[in-house]
């Protein structure tokens, strides 16, 4: 028995956190659907997610389309099978890669920001402080950021989708030689609406898990400035192990046998 203490004590702790993490998340939507609503603070916080995330999802995309293309061309240049590079730059920036390296960068920087805000506000009493003033926290701090970052990350999506398959476009045209109405027209054939449907529902699920993750960790943080920094940290990590598991859970939902 002394031996399995140690587990025991792990898988109660797990499932503690577990409970919490669900009683906050529905606590979160509930407030996400019920008035009064606070408009500047979600514009506010789009601007933040969509805006700003805007140059470091771009860069990301169009060198992860030209790698691809690259690293293609490599691979298929040994079977003569040349004319197959266009379909997997489109079909893997629109199902994976897009939304899964947005959503991680996302996540680096607006998950790790919303934890340190709100971790500062905690240990600081400025929630104490609100509660204090008949403002639930839960509706000014929380739901706008569930809002803006379920909403913008499908934005940031699309943007990441144009430009990642134009970078690839770029290298297979400028570089490894096609022709580019065959590689636009190649893409074009390949590319179904449901792989652009499927990345967007992804970008979506990963937008909410980065807000929440950042929320809950931020709203839970305690100890002053190193519990602000722990909190920042399980936030990025927790967000970024969440975006892969969905992935695999939500790819199985649309295109699983």
Known sequence: ??????????????????????????????????????????GHQMVEIGYYSLPVVGLTAIFTGMVLALQSYTGFARFNAESAIAAVVVLSITRELGPVLAGLMVAGRIGAAMAAEIGTMRVTEQIDALTTLSTNPFKYLVAPRLIAGTLMLPCLVVVADIIGVFGGYLISVYKLGFNPNTYLKLTWDFLEPLDVISGLVKASVFGFLVALMGCYHGYHSKGGAQGVGLATTNAVVSASILILAFNYIITTLFFGT
């Not at 499932?15 to 019920?34: K, N, P, Q, Y």
């Open 1 to 42: 028995m002394p031996i399995l203490a140690p587990i025991g004590r792990v898988f109660l702790a797990f499932l503690e956190a577990t409970g919490r993490l669900g009683r906050f998340a529905i606590t979160g939507v509930s407030h996400c659907a019920r008035p009064p609503f606070f408009p500047r603070l979600i």
